[in-house]
T-cell receptor, first 111, second 114 residues
Framework: AQSVSQHNHHVILSEAASLELGCNYSYGGTVNLFWYVQYPGQHLQLLLK??????LVKGIKGFEAEFIKSKFSFNLRKPSVQWSDTAEYFCAGLRDYKLSFGAGTTVTVRA | ETGVTQTPRHLVMGMTNKKSLKCEQH?????MYWYKQSAKKPLELMFVYNFKEQTENNSVPSRFSPECPNSSHLFLHLHTLQPEDSALYLCASSQEHRGMDEQFFGPGTRLTVL
């Protein structure tokens, strides 16, 4: 069974709009979660990660994510997107020392 | 540029061919990974190597054969593949294999099986 799921397959929005991408995990025990991003023609790279401590995690390029244990969620947010944020975003969870990825969300930002 | 390179970037092969994918990392990491990325499906972990030893084989068919001669190089040998094996194959590396560290990904090899 898929242990990490992403709600949206494709999100289209305009520059300066706010972005929120959903991610849910479905396993117990120690929870370690990641968001990766893949810009067009580029490699996957880490945006941010949560291991413990403050549930609000700040990442690169103005992104943040909030771990909400009661909702089994780790949603990614950015208050104001730019055209350069057009990319595919992947949520991943660490389970049994292995990364399990969601199916990804394609984000298209229109200028 | 992440410090992880993959060659070739594109590969087209017939079902009876034998080919190999190559991955090299210049980061001094001890763990290396092969993933398969198919359209509209989650990234699938295939193999994990730690200090050249295979620590994970995620029920991958034997037509995929990994090789890790040293901590910097990882190969994926392909033979008698099926059209459904067409996908983007990603290599990644991390400092250690327990997943706590960030994984650095290569650009991938786009494989098409005819």
């Amino acid at each position: 069974a898929q242990s990490v799921s992403q709600h949206n397959h494709h999100v289209i929005l305009s520059e300066a709009a706010s972005l929120e991408l959903g991610c849910n995990y479905s396993y117990g025990g120690t929870v370690n979660l990641f968001w990766y991003v893949q810009y067009p023609g580029q490699h996957l790279q880490l945006l941010l990660k949560y291991f413990s401590g403050d549930p609000l995690v700040k990442g690169i390029k103005g992104f943040e994510a909030e771990f909400i244990k009661s909702k089994f969620s780790f949603n990614l947010r950015k208050p104001s997107v730019q055209w350069s944020d057009t990319a595919e975003y992947f949520c991943a969870g660490l389970r049994d020392y292995k990364l399990s990825f969601g199916a990804g969300t394609t984000v298209t930002v229109r200028a | 540029e992440t410090g992880v390179t993959q060659t070739p970037r594109h590969l087209v092969m017939g079902m009876t061919n034998k080919k190999s994918l190559k991955c090299e990392q210049h980061l001094g990491h001890n763990a290396m990974y092969w993933y398969k990325q198919s359209a509209k499906k989650p990234l699938e972990l295939m193999f994990v190597y730690n200090f050249k030893e295979q620590t994970e084989n995620n029920s991958v068919p034997s037509r995929f054969s990994p090789e890790c001669p040293n901590s910097s190089h990882l190969f994926l040998h392909l033979h008698t593949l099926q059209p459904e094996d067409s996908a983007l194959y990603l290599c990644a590396s991390s400092q250690e294999h327990r997943g706590m560290d960030e994984q650095f990904f290569g650009p991938g090899t786009r494989l098409t099986v005819l």
